[in-house]
């Protein structure tokens, strides 16, 4: 097959997203493939595919992967190569952790693994820490604390500081562990005094104080799970876990909790797995120790761990300094006729009527028109729930609960619906979401003036004139100022509490204030 064909299959394969990069993840849980597009600041998860092959299984009594589990892994990761081929994926990074690091016939499979065409690196537990607190560095810019990421074989501890990762410990407290200081407990009590015990010697090495009062950051699926259950507990009208952010005592009451119930319990439970409910009262365990342990400020859930850890390690300093929530929204609205550039125009045109005030930024207002501008690519009659399920539930990356509740309102006035939802209004104050409603309102003036194009932006100007709102036009555009364009400035004005008027200036004088031609006076 020809490249360019290679490529148009892939391109067509993913709505227009070209797969760039693979990585492979060789746990002692699962075994996973996620292929990445995108901006890789902030990717796009192409294809997400596990196998849960469970090959540390028998790490602590036999000291070997398990024979069962080794020809499931393999079948797995046969698939993966022979899919990256087809697809046309060459940047391929496959990793294993601890399973593989600490058995005795770990070095046997590796050879196997190159057998079919693939080239593992077995990480050491210093470098899976790090690479999880890369992870967390990019997720949220200029984290410091600590971050903990459990695995099924290993709980990995690394200190964080201003986005850098400093001593890292990697200790034998994995989710597939943790069963054997029940069992040897008389309960879940004396389980995490035997935890607390273990987490003391383990990480002994670190400074006094490691992480106190500082955030304590959670990588690894069954913390991930863990946190879409104190989310269900609480009601919460988000759905994603990446983010959260819940305080130490509050972390304790969940912990607590969790541990109390059983496997079956939690099985029922929408987006919790088998897998995830038969560890994570264990997992509940290990928290409260933890928290004992390091006396963090708050916890925090990160999506982000040892895979995006990998990505972020390879970019330049200035893809590393670059916004991820504007990376990551402008690939998605360029997909969707906005790309960042109309965005830029469209909020240079609206910023002296609707500017970032006490509450947003000139970041969150640009992002906020790039979804709203993308938004009109969605047919009406399922727009608004649509574009508005995009501010609150997709994985945008270092924005807060109040921010998506803002992006959300400039999404829903731009489509003139002024009531919000319950899950809006629960997320941000009313102050907050009157600024973003403007932003919103601000854009469907500007956009429907002159149906987005460059020119109606640059013969127009949107300005505040000792307290009027005023919309200026060249003499060659004043047509432009139609019925539509009247309701909207009218809707835009009555939000500011201003009068509004219009103003005809000769062409070439819109940027000076020369005597206006004509004017139309204030409704």
Known sequence: MSYAKRRADRDGAFSGNVPERAIID????????VVYGGSMRAP???????????????IATTGTLAGEAVELA??????????????????????ATAAVRDANNGPEFVENLRAIGLDPRVLSGEEEACLSARG????????SGVVADLGGGSLELVEIEDGEPGRAISLPLGTLRLPEFREAA???????????KALG???????????????????????????????????????????????ADRGIKLAKALAAETPESLQGRDRISAMRAEKMPDAAVLLQALVSHIAPSGLVCSSWGLREGLLYDRLSPHMKAQDPLLAGIGVFASQRGAPPTLAARIAGWTVDAAPPRKHGDERLRLAATMLALASMQIEPNIRHPQAVAWALHKRWIAITDRERAMLAAAIAANGNHLDLPESVTELADAEALEEAICWGLAVRLARRLGAKSRRS???????????TLVLRLEESHEALFGIPTEKDIRLLADR????????????????????????VPAK
């Open 136 to 143: 967390v560095a990019g997720a949220f810019p200029g984290a």
């Open 201 to 247: 010697k383990g990480a002994g090495e670190f400074r006094e104080g490691l992480g106190k009062g500082r955030p304590l950051y959670l990588v690894g699926g069954t913390w991930r799970s863990m946190a879409v259950y104190a989310m269900q507990e609480a009601g919460h009208p988000l759905s994603d876990p990446h983010g959260l952010a819940i305080g």
């Open 457 to 467: 932006l640059q013969v127009s100007r949107l300005i505040v004139r000792e307290g």
């Open 186 to 196: 008389s309960g879940r009590k004396a389980m995490r005094k035997a935890l607390e």
């Open 26 to 33: 060789i746990g002692s849980n699962t075994v996973r493939l």
């Open 44 to 58: 796009t998860t192409l294809l997400n595919e596990k196998v849960t092959a469970r090959l540390g299984r028998d």
């Open 74 to 95: 393999k079948r797995g990761l046969k698939r993966f190569a022979l899919l990256l081929d087809d697809l046309g994926v060459d940047d391929i990074e496959t990793v």
């Open 496 to 519: 500011l509490g201003m009068d509004w008027t219009v103003e005809t200036v000769a062409n070439g004088k819109l940027h000076t204030e020369p005597e206006m031609i004509e004017g």
